[in-house]
């Protein structure tokens, strides 16, 4: 057999693992590669998207901007400093950053390599025309109002720009959404 030495390092690893949970110790070598053949076929579990990060072509106006938009999402902001504004809540959190001298002035570019736009999702229809009168006392950009899109069924959302042109959006999407028939 061509695998000898791994099929045996995974058996001894794979036996230690199953000694410190009190389990069967004497088990083979090609048992054992079984088993964590199966286990690599598990998919993992991912639990949302954890943060977003901005850079900011104006720093000041972004914060002030994200400052007023973020606890009206619910969202806390947790660190409010010259090097970072950043809120959590719903599962996720949302930081701006201030950009590199190089930078300092310049405004969002869809069309760069990077990110298109951030997304927030909402629980209902109605969260997202609150986040639509929100923005507008905001000043914010509308890109659109809320309305349906093909997306997905059910689909509902506003779309806006925050002051460096950066695109946001808060969706609704009905049950699984697009993973309905998973």
Not at 23 to 38: C, G, R, Y
Not at 69 to 79: C, D, S, Y
Not at 99 to 105: A, E, F, M, Q, R
């Amino acid at each position: 057999m061509c695998c000898d030495d791994q099929l045996n390092s995974q058996a001894i690893l794979g036996r230690s693992i199953f000694e410190s949970y009190g389990l069967v110790a004497n088990v083979n070598a090609q048992a054992l590669h079984a088993l964590l053949e199966i286990l690599a076929l598990i998919p993992m579990d991912i639990n949302g998207l954890a943060h977003i990060i901005l850079t900011a072509g104006d720093f000041e106006k972004s914060t002030a901007f994200y400052r007023e938009f973020l606890p009206k999402l619910g969202m806390t902001i947790v660190l409010d400093n010259n090097e970072m504004l950043y809120g959590v809540g719903a599962r996720t959190a949302l930081g701006i950053r201030p950009p590199s001298d190089v930078n300092n002035g310049k405004t969002f570019d869809q069309g760069h390599v990077g990110l298109h736009h951030y997304c927030f999702r909402a629980k209902n229809t109605e969260t997202v025309d609150e986040v639509h009168d929100v923005l507008k006392g905001l000043d914010a950009k509308i890109i659109h109002a809320p309305e349906k899109g093909p997306w997905a069924p059910g689909y509902y959302s506003v779309l806006f720009e925050d002051p460096d042109g950066i695109r946001g959006e808060v969706n609704y999407v009905p049950g699984k959404g697009l993973l309905k028939d998973t």
